[in-house]
């Protein structure tokens, strides 16, 4: 019987849709033996308020908060109260933007709790399973052989380790995709796919991080295919139409709302690298460990975020696949130049790839064996993708599918078959503290208890409902992201962006602005202002007294006009209000005292403290006193005082008393 064209198409459009929603499946089953199903419950946020693993779920859950109750506009994800007034994208608070602008037009239908991270992670991880069962089928023969590699996809350590702490960040299915299509255009030799539009539109809707990470395998496989046919006028106007709709995309969900900075004014690429044992080491942020038999090893720096653990069944595997290569090209009975010239680009962008991630600071184990200084421009440029330990990832899942093949290479289906159930039952068997632990701290959410927050004063639960906006006058050291879900909570705006990228140069005009108008006595009665400069709060302080409360509440410096709080948690500005060393340190200054000398304190210049020194001679630590030999207040906004004494660090941390 003879079938046409048409018909064994459709067999086969039919038989990858089974199989990818076999994976998917497998994906999801992952995904509940690991984390439960409490997560799935929308209106059970508490693990997101207590800050799950680090705090960052918090900004994540924050900025949807905040975009919930904005108005409707376009584009879309943008809300006018973050980053107050100029608003910002939530995108920048990593709440996913494709699921925030979904979840905003169903709004009235939600119920007051509603969270959509669980559900995210969850479709991160079916995807992740029906992705690698797609490009699986495209390398191996045997349907049992692939989808238990498939189970060495969905419990990937870099996949699980970012569920649920940078959530966004799960949408590892888009890089299996992207090498499905590189290894589609490699077997069918074409390299128009439709998709690939939605594959990159998703990518920038998702997290950005992604795009440079997508557009690389991409990029790879249309050079690759332009250097076999010699023809590069077709494949580049497909990279420049992606270009321009992944573009759109990213104006559609509010990316180019407000002019950012790169890295929020930070200039931090190479602090985040990947170590160069990253590959073995099984050591994350929030986990004790993620290998039963492999031993922690040490990181320097931001060394965490470039976790990169391939897992004790996936490392034996790739050994063994590297040793088979080698002893095949001594046998010529494999050529890597052959194999280089078919996918030399994406081996050229795999390097490029593992090069910035591991940064120009090179580290290994607890050691910097290498920095190399970059011009202004690039580092500037580079700092854009700070967490640079990120971009090996595509490299990461690489390694898993070539060694699979290369496996598949020289062992019969049924062998093969068998190996490949040892590798996962063995990778599952390592990584299963880190995955038991996960669950357990999940579940720890469970017990009512009081989250970590630093806002534990009366007085936030006194001024919920009173403002309508959060003023920062300064950078809040602490509880930034708690202050932000507190503003939230109170229906407030803020005008902290509490976000990875925003524009510091814009903020830092703004609140000068904001402080000068405070100091000329304009205090506006809907604004709550906060700082943790207590040397603005004191000046400000002097000035506002009369008109706000001014006190320092859970170490936050508070003017808050028209409120009135009684609580002894509260230390209220006055006359005798309490005198420090100021706590500053840079190459001369060591936590307020000079090093050179160790005699010579700083404070900051306040109206208090000019008051303080009005007739005195000595001041007094402990019982201590100590004369007063100079007082030079020559560098704005300080006063220095040279003391009788050899070590003027005693009076760190202390309330000084000024006698005469």
Request: hydrophobic share 50%; proline share 4%.
């Amino acid at each position: 019987m003879r079938f046409s064209s048409s018909t064994l198409g459709a067999d086969r459009r039919h038989a990858r849709s089974l199989l990818f929603a076999e994976g998917c499946l497998l994906g999801i089953l992952a995904f509940l033996l690991i984390f439960g199903t409490r997560t799935l419950d929308v209106t059970w946020d508490a693990w997101l308020r207590g800050g799950f693993i680090e705090k960052d779920c918090i900004q994540h859950y924050t900025g949807w908060l905040f975009y919930r109750e904005a108005p409707l506009s376009f584009p879309l994800c943008v809300s006018p109260d973050v980053n107050w007034p100029d608003g910002l994208s939530v995108a920048f608070t990593d709440s996913i933007p494709l699921f925030a602008a979904f979840f905003r037009l169903l709004e009235p239908l939600l119920p007051s709790v509603f969270q959509y991270f669980g559900w995210y992670v969850l479709l991160c991880f079916c995807l992740q399973g029906g992705f690698s069962a797609l490009l699986l089928d495209r390398l191996l023969k045997s349907r049992w052989a692939l989808l238990t590699g498939s189970c060495l996809f969905v419990v990937s350590p870099i996949m699980v380790e970012r569920a649920f702490r940078h959530t966004s960040l799960t949408a590892h299915f888009l890089l299996i995709w992207a090498l499905y299509y590189y290894v589609c255009s490699v077997q069918e030799d074409r390299y128009f796919f439709k998709g690939a539009f939605v594959l990159n539109a998703l990518a920038i809707s998702l997290h950005p991080y992604f795009v440079p990470m997508v557009y690389a395998v991409l990029f790879a496989m249309l050079v690759q295919y332009a250097l076999r046919h010699r023809s590069w006028l077709r494949p580049a106007a497909f990279l420049l139409l992606n270009f321009g709709a992944t573009l759109l995309s990213a104006w559609a969900f509010g990316l180019f709302s407000g002019v950012l900075s790169e890295s929020s004014g930070q200039l931090l690429y190479g602090y985040f690298g990947m170590n160069l044992n990253a590959l073995w080491n099984p050591t994350s942020i929030g986990t004790s460990t993620w290998s039963r038999l492999l031993p922690i090893q040490n990181q320097v720096r931001g060394n965490y975020d470039g976790f990169n653990y391939l897992g004790l069944g996936v490392l034996l595997m790739a050994v063994c696949a590297a040793v088979i290569r080698i002893v095949q090209a001594v046998l010529r009975r494999w050529s890597p130049w052959k194999a280089l010239r078919r996918h030399g680009m994406l081996l050229l962008v795999c390097a490029c790839l593992t090069v910035f991630a591991v940064s120009n600071v090179v580290s290994a184990n607890g050691a910097t064996l290498l920095e190399i200084p970059l011009p202004l421009w690039l580092l500037r440029l580079a700092s854009s993708f700070r967490s640079s330990g990120r971009m090996f990832w595509p490299v990461y899942y690489l390694i898993i599918a070539y060694s699979l093949k290369t496996l598949q290479d020289v062992l019969s289906a049924k062998r093969l078959a068998v190996l490949l159930c040892a590798v996962a039952v063995l990778q599952v068997w390592d990584i299963s503290p880190a995955l038991l632990e996960r669950r357990q701290m999940l579940a720890d959410y469970e017990q009512p208890a009081e989250f970590a927050s630093g806002l534990q004063s009366d007085f936030w639960r006194q001024a919920a409902g009173k403002y309508d906006h959060l003023v920062t006058l300064s950078d809040t050291t602490e509880d930034t992201l708690y202050l932000a879900l507190w503003a939230a909570d109170a229906g407030m705006t803020t005008d902290d962006p509490f976000a990875a990228r925003s524009d510091q140069q814009t903020l830092n005009a703004r609140r000068e602005a904001t402080i000068q108008q405070l100091e000329q006595g304009e205090i506006q009665q809907d604004c709550l202002y906060l700082t943790d400069n207590e040397g603005i709060f004191l000046r400000l302080a002097d000035q506002l007294q009369g008109q706000a409360f001014c006190a320092r509440v859970d170490g936050h410096y508070i003017i808050a006009p028209g409120m009135t709080y009684t609580g002894s948690d509260a230390l209220l500005y006055s006359e005798d209000y309490p005198i420090s060393v100021l706590d500053y340190t840079d190459a001369n200054w060591d936590h307020g005292v000079l090093t050179w000398d160790n005699c010579t304190v700083m404070f900051d210049d306040t109206p208090l403290l000019r008051r303080r020194l009005e007739g005195v001679s000595a001041v007094v630590a402990n019982g201590i006193r100590y004369k007063i030999l100079t007082v030079d207040d020559s560098d704005p906004g300080y006063i220095m005082l040279t003391l009788d004494t050899e070590d003027a660090a005693v009076l760190r941390g202390v309330e000084l008393e000024f006698v005469s």
